[in-house]
């Protein structure tokens, strides 16, 4: 069974930093490719990051580019996305996913995963 557990979420004041945590489970981790998305009230989900751990090769929304920092260490199963100087904008809830097998494409749209995790709350206030 395919699990997502997502964690690292919180509060956190404007030009802050979290970083998000998405522990993985039940697949062949280094086959696939693990996106966080995010999803704001009365927004539209949307892709934030992606990483394939199949070659490292990653994808960040141009909202969080150079912000935003997209790691997976394969020996843990687990991928990091590290949040820096934090904007109200921000605010979302966080969610993991994850595709695969993949080859050498990496998918960004929502649409394009299969699997989820539950979410994790990040809010930045001013």
């Known amino acids: 069974e395919v699990q997502l557990v997502e964690s690292g979420g919180g509060l956190v004041q404007a030009g802050g930093s979290l970083r998000l945590s998405c522990a993985a489970s039940?697949?062949?981790?280094?086959?696939?490719?693990i996106g966080w998305f995010r999803q704001a009230p009365g927004k539209e989900r949307e892709g934030v990051s992606c990483?394939?751990?199949?070659?490292?090769?990653?994808y960040y929304v141009d909202a969080v580019k150079g912000r935003f920092t997209i790691s997976s260490d394969n020996a843990k199963n687990t991928v990091y996305l590290q949040m820096n100087s934090l904007k109200r904008e921000d605010t979302a809830v966080y969610y993991c996913a994850a595709q695969g097998p993949i080859s050498s494409y990496l998918p960004t749209d929502q649409y394009e995963y299969t699997y989820w995790g539950q979410g994790t709350q990040v809010t930045v206030s001013s």
């Open positions: 039940g697949f062949t981790f280094d086959d696939y490719a």
């Open positions: 990483i394939s751990s199949r070659d490292g090769s990653t």
